[in-house]
């Protein structure tokens, strides 16, 4: 599974989506922003996921 989606990952893709999430990412509470950034998650991965996420951390 995982060469599946190794042969399919573009990185100019990823980073058009990163670029997509990051106004969506600027309106997340700073408190949960601040607290997420301590941890070891990539920036690009907490862009993208916080989003969606903000409101259960």
């Known amino acids: 599974m995982r060469d599946i ?21 600027d309106q997340v509470d700073p408190a949960i922003r ?11 991965i907490q862009i993208v996921l916080l989003p969606d996420m903000g409101s259960i951390c």
């Open 5 to 25: 989606y190794l042969k399919e990952f573009k990185l100019e893709s990823w980073a058009n989506m990163v670029q997509l999430y990051q106004e969506r990412y």
């Open 34 to 44: 601040v607290k997420v950034a301590e941890s070891k998650i990539p920036k690009e």
